[in-house]
């Protein structure tokens, strides 16, 4: 895909942001209760991330907000676990290595942080999205780790930094 760019969010991005999310949880019919739909800040995400330790990027292609994805520290956690959070691609766009890429920019900002591992939450049927983790280096673990508030997300799997 030519023509597109992963970036920082801006303030401006948060309405195509939370469309985007709204929109992957309606095509893939993911619960909408105790999954990343009903953080009340989804449509505040350039403030959510705009703290320590903490950053959200978005892929735009020709002025367009396509993808997005995030790292925060893991909340309830020990101060060197992170998590990645709210990763999402329109259907136009997968499949191009621009999740991997999307990925790669998001694990340097975790080092960069000072973060020793990275956590993450998915669903059982997102296989292409498990894929992309599992060549990363992320493994399945048994139990979920911090507070993230996503119970209805039974898929757990971590990365050393």
């Known amino acids: 895909m030519e023509n597109y760019s992963i970036r920082k969010i801006n303030k401006e991005d948060n309405q195509q942001v939370a469309q985007l999310i709204r929109a992957v949880f309606d095509e893939m019919d993911i619960p909408k209760v105790g999954t990343a739909y009903a953080d009340p800040y989804l449509d505040l995400m350039y403030e959510e991330y705009n703290k320590p330790r903490s950053v959200y990027y978005v892929v735009e292609h020709n002025g367009r907000v396509v993808g997005c994805a995030g790292i925060a520290r893991l909340e309830n956690e020990a101060e060197t676990i992170c998590e990645l959070q709210k990763m999402y691609f329109l259907p136009e766009i997968r499949g191009l290595g621009i999740g991997s890429e ?11 942080f000072g973060f020793e591992s990275c956590y993450l939450e998915t669903m059982p049927f997102m296989l292409d999205a498990q894929k992309l983790y599992k060549k990363s280096g992320f493994e399945s673990i048994d139990a ?3 507070s993230t508030g996503h119970d209805s997300c039974p898929v757990w799997m971590l990365k050393k930094l």
């Open 102 to 112: 999307m990925m790669a920019v998001c694990l340097q900002s975790a080092i960069n």
């Open 144 to 146: 979920p780790m911090g």
